[in-house]
């Protein structure tokens, strides 16, 4: 019987990569949206067709992410000796579902609110995505209120995500964070476990 492939203490290049870009991708939906003149932006505005293209490529990088998260050996969770140890990781869990839920709940009901009146959506000046249901004035309200509320969540989420990053960057300094960074000192080592692919 074949040994068990060596947990990794890092994430794959790959992996780390996706997530840099979508970090900055998100920060970029955000900031433009916050330059709309009065909150809102025609069609033809340049910001809008830069935010609904970066924001497609989020949901692209998303579906990505969780792809090579499901086929590529990751790291393991911290060891939960304590009772708050493994509260912890538990949130962390829960923080990254939502985290995943929201990357494809915005950008979907960004491009449906578009599409939703018959029109495509421009990605980057280099091709048109056509819609892919009828218009529809219903689907047009859904996905204008789940999009428009939706940016509190993307707040919230994010904001506890980074909140636990440095938590363990600059308060437990337990080395969690290096497993992103590339080229960081893996100090001290993480416990090791057997390799097995799958979403946290």
Same mark, same amino acid.
């Given at each position: 019987?074949?040994?068990?492939?060596?947990?990794?203490?890092?994430?794959?290049?790959?992996?780390?990569?996706?997530?840099? /870009?979508?970090?900055?991708?998100?920060?970029?939906?955000?900031?433009?949206?916050?330059?709309?003149?009065?909150?809102?932006?025609? %069609?033809?505005?340049?910001?809008?067709?830069?935010? !609904?293209?970066?924001?497609?490529?989020? /949901?692209?990088?998303?579906?990505? !992410?969780?792809?090579?998260?499901?086929?590529?050996?990751?790291?393991?969770?911290?060891?939960?000796?304590?009772?708050?140890?493994?509260?912890?990781?538990?949130?962390?869990?829960?923080?990254? *579902?939502?985290?995943?839920?929201?990357?494809?709940?915005?950008?979907?009901?960004?491009?449906?609110?578009?599409?939703?009146?018959?029109?495509?959506? %421009?990605?980057?000046? /280099? *091709?048109?995505?056509?819609?892919?249901?009828?218009?529809?004035?219903?689907?047009? =309200?859904?996905?204008?209120?789940?999009? =428009?509320?939706?940016? *509190?969540?993307?707040?919230?989420?994010?904001?506890?995500?980074?909140?636990?990053?440095?938590?363990? /960057?600059?308060?437990?300094? %337990?080395?969690?964070? %290096? !497993?992103?960074?590339?080229?960081?000192?893996?100090?001290?080592?993480?416990?090791?476990?057997?390799?097995?692919?799958?979403? !946290?």
């Amino acid at each position: 019987m074949p040994a068990l492939a060596p947990t990794p203490r890092r994430y794959p290049v790959a992996m780390m990569v996706i997530h840099w /870009l979508t970090a900055a991708s998100i920060a970029t939906v955000v900031v433009l949206a916050w330059l709309f003149p009065g909150g809102k932006a025609n %069609d033809s505005s340049v910001l809008l067709l830069v935010h !609904r293209s970066v924001g497609l490529t989020i /949901l692209a990088l998303t579906v990505l !992410r969780l792809v090579l998260r499901g086929t590529l050996p990751v790291p393991a969770e911290p060891d939960a000796a304590s009772r708050l140890q493994k509260l912890e990781n538990f949130a962390a869990r829960i923080v990254h *579902f939502l985290l995943y839920v929201i990357l494809i709940a915005m950008p979907v009901s960004g491009f449906l609110w578009t599409t939703s009146r018959g029109t495509p959506v %421009d990605v980057f000046g /280099l *091709f048109s995505i056509p819609p892919l249901l009828p218009a529809s004035d219903a689907v047009h =309200s859904v996905a204008r209120a789940i999009h =428009s509320t939706g940016q *509190f969540a993307v707040y919230a989420v994010v904001a506890l995500h980074v909140a636990a990053a440095l938590f363990h /960057l600059v308060v437990r300094r %337990d080395g969690v964070m %290096d !497993r992103m960074l590339p080229g960081a000192q893996l100090t001290p080592p993480l416990p090791a476990a057997a390799a097995r692919p799958g979403v !946290r």
